[in-house]
């Protein structure tokens, strides 16, 4: 046996951070002193001319793998939300007048007294309570102007109260030069810049730019929040380390944020080699290119031209394709992607062309129309699916979101509740599932919790359907439990990623353990 190929031997010691393996952790402590211990992590923070800051893997990383857990350093409402309690952000759309809390200090609504004594509250009230007097919040319906305020407080507050935190916060891109032309900073100036300044009293405090710093360093680098429970808003959170992953529109990495405690994981969602940089996504995966670029041109102020984006064919997904009006088998693409504007449109067989803006009119059509069937209407989905087949890829976009509200309703909405579906509605959903698959497979790789959860949604129909199949007598009892053995594949890798969301939205995780167990028994004793 050669030097090389001598195993690892037991009682060596492989460091968790940076995976190399030394005798024991004294040595592993001792290497490059204090140093190597305070960048031990399976990531470091590199410049790069095109993205800035970024994030790169110190070593290999497996799907699933821990990369990095980050406390919010500042968690506040988003831009545009209905009045919501400053402390743990319920809801106080339909809280009735007389259950309402509002605060001695500064007269905004809580949904408890105990939420607007929090010491969380305390600094704020003390600037925001010399606006008192133009704090009069009553329709809990509709957004109010001065919930504008409140993330941007919080930030420029950590100059006092964690200096260290501030100077981490107000280091990150703010993109003030760009924003200053758009129509957000105009809103900003009125309902933050001034209002903080002139009425809270912080100009001595805090300059006009400081002040539009603070809001840009949030819309350009926080994350959202999603808080369990209809009633709840959606919420910003600012995650310093987590803000230096660049994006790409097929991320590598995926991040469960803990709605109680705020805490972020961030975990490899796909094998990721030393060296190579580590992505999230800033737009929404399942949208067309030309409108994630937009999203992307215009909050994070930056062109996209990942290999997704400047590929006509999105890595072979088709999502924004069209049907060649003039040849039956024909998919047209843009000629040039990045130049949503002013690309001709082209049929791949027969070279038929369309202009960029007859293209982007009959999508606004399109999406006009399908925006007005809301959510949960099957029938009219389908509808949509069918009546527009002849006019966009079966994978295009809106069929894809089409697909993915689908997923859902067979099975659970009253009138398609999984024990009542025929054997054509199973047929249906397993179907939807299958091909909302094939896309987000591509789109969403690996630990993705759209794969876990469109991956449960798969199990339950496959099962169902064996079953009847079997009971019919229409399958031996061979190719039953080979069907089955299949189905619990699935529903394994469903429960394996549903577990690693956060705990309390683990519902679905819950049930798919259960469900899980249940085969495994099941198959055991046929
Ligand atoms: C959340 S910050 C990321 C950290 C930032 N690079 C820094 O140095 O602080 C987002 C900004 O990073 C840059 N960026 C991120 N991903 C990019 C990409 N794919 N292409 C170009 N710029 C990107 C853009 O300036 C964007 O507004």
New binding site residues.
Partial sequence: MSLEETPIICNLFRAKGCGEVFHNEMEHQNKEGSIHMTSCKPYKIV??E?????LVATRNLKPGEIIFGEKAAIVGPKQGCRPCCLKCFTSLDNVEEASLFRCPGCNYPFCQEQCAKSPEHETECVVLSRARACISINDMSKPHPVYQCITPLRGILLKTTQPKLFEEFS???H?NDQRRQTPMWRIYQVNVVQFLRKVCGLANEFSEEDIHAACGVLD??AFEIRLPGSKRQQILGLFPTA??????CIANTHHVIDSSTYEMTVRASVPIKKGEQL?TT?ALPLDGTNDRRSV?RHS???????MRCSDPTECMTFLSALRCPRCPIGIMLPIQPLEENETQWQCSPCSYQLEAAVVTQLLDQLKEEFENIGPKDVEKLEEFLSRHASSLHPNHFLFTSARQSLSQLYGHDERYLLNTLTMEQLERKISICQQLLSVVDVLEPGLTRIRGVTLYELYAPMLLLAKRTYEAGHCSLAEFKERIVAVEAILSEATQILLLEDAASTEGAVCAVKALDQIQRWIASI
């Fill in positions: 410049f790069n095109k993205f800035g800051r970024c280091g990150l891109v993109h350009v680098n803000s230096m992953m660049s994006h790409r992505f800033y992307l994070k102020l930056f062109e996209c031209d990942c």
